[in-house]
Each structure stands twice: as C-alpha cells, then as structure tokens.
C-alpha cells in the first residue's frame, strides 16, 4: 500500500485581514470589526463602465484612502464623517498589516442611503451625452446652446440610483430621492450638504490650479437619524477634475481621474459588459498618472 502524499498547506492571503467580509465594491473590501464597526479597504482595482478589470493600479487604494482623509478632514465644518480615529492594526491578522496600511479606514457602521448624491457645475460626462440627444436631465431643464464642458447656470444636484453590482445606475428626480429615503426633510438636507461640500471643495481646488466638474457623494444614517458622510470623498474614481490652465469650453478638457481610460475604452468596441479587454501597460501607467498628479496638487507632497 502506498503511503499517502503528504497534506498541503495553502499559504495565506496576505491581504486577508482575518475579519468577516461583509461587502465587496468594485475598489472597496467591507469587513465586520463588531456590531458598531467596519474596517474598510480600498484596494487596488480599477473600473470603468461598472466593470472591474483583471488589472490593477499600485497603490491606488492608497491614493484614494489619503484623499478621502484629506478632504474628510476639510468638510468636518460641514457634516460628520464615518472615519474612526481608532488604531485598529491590534484587530487585524499581523501579516496582513504590511497590505492593509494606508489603504484601510476604521468607520462607523452606518444605515447607507440608496442613491448616490451627484453635483455638477460643468456640462460634462453622462449630462452631456444625455443634453446632446435632447434627454433632459429629471426635473431639471437647461438652456438651448450650450457646449460640452460648458459652465452650467447654476451648481445642480443630480442623484442617481444606487443599483447593484453589474447594473448601471441611472438618474433619478428629487422627487423619486424623496420616495426613496421616505423623508423629504432628509432628502432636502442629503441635497444642501452636497452642493455645500461641492462649493467648498471647489474653491479649494480652484486654489491649486483645478477646476471640479462634478462630483459623487454617497451618506449614512446612524440608530438616531444622524447624517454622516460615507465611502469615500472627491476622489479621482467619483470626481471629475480638470486642470485650469488647460480648460477650453466646447470640448472634453484633460481630466485626473477615469475619464482618460474611458476614452481609450471607447476606441475598442468593447459593449461594456464583462469580460473586459485587457489594459495595456502604457494606458495603465498613464491612467496612474493622473491619479497621483490629482493627490499631489491637492495634498502637496504624497505620503501614504
């Protein structure tokens, strides 16, 4: 009888930080600390189009997670943030540290708000292409004869639906925000807040030479109805940045966030929908660029 073949061993995940995961995003890993708290990381995954690619950015989870500090840090004024300012590498297996450090944040475990709260001050992105095509955007009209990257009247507030992985989200009305959350006094406070952090970051950047076509924001409730910010905050991934010394209205203005890798995307042919194509070394790198030009103008020198 011949002898067995000794057992393997599977080495362990690296990454792992030896807690529940409760959620996976496109970027961001969900784990349960307790009934209270989460730990959250951002990894290094890139999206475009709802999908996730097979390639990764290096360090981008942590570019994103010193930006959301940054600017969570600057909008204390204006609302609470999720962010626990709690060492957690005592809750979290040791060798998974070297991974997990700069790319992870303690928060709060909060109720999130179905919709994502969207804010635009140029005429750029998905509004432009729905303008272009004559689709209104919900309840809110615009006037005939404006350009792409164009200035809009006035800061509008344009949510969307949070749908769940694989489906794209699409634009709703304020009165849809209202059915949604069921509380129009929250819906006109989720509403207030955006353009109110929009405004400040905006005249932020527009000190350091950027200008914020549009932006994503997404809040929380905690057990007594306290609105919180949530997830991340004016990142590339859900900012849209142009530099202000080569704005011109009438086109797409250069950008440092996905809008370069969407544009190569259009190139392909690709129907948008999984398996993505493979991205080649130089569009990555390229794409990379842009997120560490945008971190190192608005923070200065870049340390994660």
Same mark, same amino acid.
């Given at each position: ?8 061993? *599977? ?14 995003? +496109? ?15 951002? =990894?290094?995954?890139?999206?475009? $189009? ?9 360090? +981008? ?92 009247? /006035? ?5 969307? !639906? +949070? =749908?769940?992985?694989? /489906?794209?989200?699409?634009?709703? !009305? $304020? ?5 949604? *959350? ?11 807040? =955006?353009?109110?952090? $929009?405004?400040?970051? =905006? ?14 924001? /997404? $809040? ?34 250069? !950008?440092?966030? +996905? ?18 194509? !493979?991205?080649?070394?130089? *569009? ?21």
């Amino acid at each position: 009888m011949k002898d067995s073949p000794p057992a393997r061993t *599977i080495p362990e995940d690296p990454t792992d930080p030896g807690l529940p995961r409760v959620g996976q995003g +496109k970027v961001r890993d969900l784990y349960e600390v307790d009934r209270e708290r989460l730990l959250i990381v951002a =990894s290094d995954r890139i999206s475009a $189009f709802d999908v996730v690619f097979r390639e990764t950015l290096p360090e +981008k989870g942590c570019m994103l997670t010193a930006l959301s500090r940054f600017w969570f840090a600057r909008m204390e004024s204006l609302i609470p943030n999720h962010e626990l300012k709690e060492d957690w590498s005592a809750l979290v297996r040791s060798q998974a540290l070297p991974y997990l450090r700069g790319r992870s944040m303690l928060v709060r475990r909060l109720q999130p708000l179905p919709l994502e709260a969207v804010v635009r001050g140029y005429l750029a992105g998905s509004a432009w292409q729905a303008y272009r095509k004559g689709d209104p955007l919900p309840g809110i009209p615009l006037p005939a004869g404006l350009r792409e990257a164009d200035p809009l009247p /006035e800061v509008l507030y344009t949510p969307t !639906s +949070k =749908s769940p992985a694989g /489906e794209h989200d699409r634009p709703i !009305s $304020f009165d849809e925000t209202v059915s949604r *959350i069921g509380n129009g006094a929250l819906a006109t406070e989720v509403r207030e807040r =955006s353009i109110a952090i $929009f405004r400040e970051a =905006s005249r932020y950047a527009e000190t350091r030479g950027l200008i914020i076509a549009d932006a994503k924001f /997404e $809040f929380g409730l905690d057990a007594t109805g306290n609105l919180f910010l949530i997830d991340e905050l004016l990142t590339p991934d859900s900012t849209r940045y142009w530099p202000r010394d080569e704005y011109r209205p009438g086109s797409s203005p250069p !950008s440092f966030d +996905k809008q370069f890798l969407r544009q190569w995307l259009e190139t392909l042919g690709w129907d948008k929908k999984p398996p993505p194509p !493979s991205l080649p070394a130089h *569009i990555l790198a390229a794409t990379r660029e842009r997120y560490v030009e945008a971190c190192s103008r608005l923070m200065g020198e870049v340390g994660y």
